[in-house]
């Protein structure tokens, strides 16, 4: 049966009867304000101000319990916009309490900010409105609870990232070091951040020091630190090539402090990214589907985090298509009469798995066969443009990682492979 997003739509309007009390929450650092309607949009109370602690929190419940008392009604939801990391206490702790906690999308709630008075204004009680009509109208998400691995993968990847981009920018900063420097040095060694590179940038980086010294004496440092070394003839080459070196020759001394730390840099993250790394792959060893997921062909360990961290426990996407949504790779229109828009991918959602999600799929094609023959299928018996093909097998990705995660079943096949054989 073909999955209907107007389907999910209805249910999350009709979960919403007339015994509940829709409360939302404008969410800040250290103050919350919280608004609450009846099922109908009607408001009720006064808004409450609370602050981000366990007596606030208190203070937020009794208000709760003191409406539903009042107008006579027996449930409660609540939600709350998902910016930065301060709404995640506050969900935590209600969910805890056994209440609904859903979420809604941030770029609704500014579309939707006029809808009460027709005017620009913007306040933090009337956000908390918004967001309380905005859920009795149905446009909310269930916060789906993740289990320890989950969790664990979510913060490791975020660390990874953050990691990364200190290493690559370690890694340029070394490479504009060596441009001003010693730009010649590109010619021994191609790859700065090699073995060897990294070597000779640590034991005597500057042209004026391998100048005084001999070729023996070069590599006699390289024995030091590598047990695999260029040899006499490059430790020559790299010789002759500092005596007549065109790179700066001032400030001799501030460049070897400038290249220390910067090679301190290149080391911690190295060192940081390894043992991230190590940690993710323990705590995958710990989800069961995650090991079928990792013997497709094309699936690293490393992309596969990135996804079940952003997304969760897969097992509980009704369909790949909520995957996609939830990452914001789904489809979006703008037609009118006549007038037909062109179709684009949304990008309202996860923006990190977005990208493991492209990724992996590009990898897929690269190294999986199957993947391969329906990409090489899409553009050149269907006519497709090679990145419509690629999305369209990110689609295929997305509903193979929920059925093995629902089902629990191995990869298979022949169910990927593409109807029609292509043409030899």
Same mark, same amino acid.
């Not at 089902?407 to 029609?420: A, D, I």
């Given at each position: 049966?073909?999955?209907?997003?107007?389907?999910?739509?209805?249910?999350?309007?009709?979960?919403?009867?007339?015994?509940?009390?829709?409360?939302?929450?404008?969410?800040?650092?250290?103050?919350?304000?919280?608004?609450?309607?009846?099922?109908?949009?009607?408001?009720?109370?006064? #808004?409450?101000?609370?602050?981000?602690?366990?007596?606030?929190?208190?203070?937020?419940?009794?208000?709760?319990?003191?409406?539903?008392?009042?107008?006579?009604? +027996?449930?409660?939801?609540?939600?709350?916009? #998902?910016?930065?990391?301060?709404?995640?206490?506050?969900?935590?702790?209600?969910?805890?309490?056994?209440?609904?906690? =859903?979420?809604? +999308?941030? &770029?609704?709630?500014?579309?939707?900010?006029?809808?009460?008075?027709?005017?620009?204004?913007?306040?933090?009680?009337?956000?908390?409105?918004?967001?309380?009509? *905005?859920?009795?109208?149905?446009?909310?998400?269930?916060?789906?609870?993740?289990?320890?691995?989950?969790?664990?993968?979510?913060?490791? *990847?975020?660390?990874?990232?953050?990691?990364?981009?200190?290493?690559?920018?370690?890694?340029?900063?070394?490479?504009?070091?060596?441009?001003?420097?010693?730009?010649?040095?590109?010619?021994?060694?191609?790859?700065?951040?090699?073995?060897?590179?990294?070597?000779?940038?640590?034991?005597?980086?500057? #042209?004026?020091?391998?100048?005084?010294?001999?070729?023996?004496?070069?590599?006699?440092?390289?024995?030091?630190? *590598?047990?695999?070394?260029?040899?006499?003839?490059? @430790?020559?080459?790299?010789?002759?090539?500092?005596?007549?070196?065109? !790179?700066?020759?001032?400030?001799?001394?501030?460049?070897?402090?400038?290249?220390?730390?910067?090679?301190?840099?290149?080391?911690?993250?190295?060192?940081?990214?390894?043992? =991230?790394?190590?940690?993710?792959?323990?705590?995958?060893?710990?989800?069961?589907?995650?090991?079928?997921?990792?013997?497709?062909?094309?699936?690293?360990?490393?992309?596969?985090?990135?996804?079940?961290?952003?997304?969760?426990?897969?097992?509980?996407?009704?369909?790949?298509?909520?995957?996609?949504?939830?990452?914001?790779?789904?489809?979006?229109?703008?037609?009118?009469?006549?007038?037909? !828009?062109?179709?684009?991918?949304?990008?309202? !959602?996860?923006?990190?798995?977005?990208?493991?999600?492209?990724?992996?799929?590009?990898?897929?094609?690269?190294?999986?066969?199957?993947?391969?023959?329906? &990409?090489?299928?899409?553009?050149?018996?269907?006519?497709?443009?090679?990145?419509?093909?690629?999305?369209?097998?990110?689609?295929?990705?997305?509903?193979?990682?929920?059925?093995? @995660?629902?089902?629990?079943?191995?990869?298979?096949?022949?169910?990927?492979?593409?109807?029609?054989?292509?043409?030899?």
């Amino acid at each position: 049966m073909k999955f209907k997003m107007q389907d999910k739509q209805n249910q999350l309007i009709e979960r919403i009867s007339d015994k509940h009390l829709v409360v939302g929450v404008d969410i800040a650092q250290h103050t919350h304000v919280a608004r609450a309607v009846n099922f109908r949009g009607i408001v009720i109370g006064d #808004p409450l101000t609370f602050e981000n602690n366990e007596q606030g929190f208190d203070r937020l419940m009794e208000w709760i319990n003191h409406l539903k008392l009042s107008k006579g009604l +027996n449930t409660e939801i609540v939600g709350m916009e #998902p910016t930065g990391h301060y709404w995640l206490n506050l969900s935590k702790w209600l969910y805890d309490q056994h209440i609904d906690v =859903v979420t809604v +999308n941030p &770029h609704h709630v500014k579309r939707n900010k006029e809808n009460r008075d027709n005017t620009q204004s913007k306040s933090d009680k009337k956000d908390a409105l918004v967001i309380a009509d *905005m859920i009795k109208n149905g446009y909310y998400s269930f916060i789906q609870p993740t289990s320890e691995a989950f969790e664990k993968l979510r913060v490791f *990847m975020a660390n990874r990232d953050v990691i990364v981009k200190r290493l690559t920018s370690s890694i340029n900063q070394i490479n504009r070091w060596v441009d001003i420097v010693f730009p010649e040095f590109r010619e021994v060694f191609k790859d700065i951040k090699g073995k060897g590179a990294i070597a000779t940038l640590r034991l005597f980086p500057t #042209p004026s020091e391998l100048c005084s010294m001999k070729a023996h004496e070069i590599v006699k440092g390289w024995k030091t630190v *590598m047990n695999r070394h260029a040899g006499l003839k490059k @430790a020559q080459m790299l010789i002759d090539l500092a005596r007549n070196s065109v !790179g700066s020759k001032q400030a001799q001394e501030a460049y070897k402090l400038h290249l220390e730390h910067l090679l301190e840099e290149f080391d911690l993250a190295k060192t940081q990214l390894e043992r =991230v790394e190590k940690e993710v792959t323990s705590v995958l060893d710990q989800i069961t589907f995650a090991k079928k997921m990792i013997a497709i062909d094309g699936i690293s360990e490393i992309s596969l985090a990135g996804i079940l961290g952003e997304a969760g426990d897969l097992s509980g996407f009704a369909h790949g298509n909520s995957l996609l949504r939830h990452s914001g790779l789904h489809l979006a229109e703008a037609s009118s009469g006549k007038w037909k !828009g062109q179709i684009k991918v949304s990008k309202r !959602g996860r923006s990190r798995l977005r990208r493991f999600l492209f990724l992996t799929t590009l990898s897929l094609v690269r190294n999986n066969s199957d993947f391969k023959q329906i &990409h090489n299928h899409n553009v050149k018996v269907k006519k497709m443009k090679k990145m419509k093909s690629i999305m369209k097998l990110v689609g295929k990705l997305a509903r193979i990682l929920v059925a093995i @995660a629902k089902n629990n079943q191995t990869y298979c096949s022949q169910k990927v492979q593409p109807l029609t054989p292509l043409a030899a």
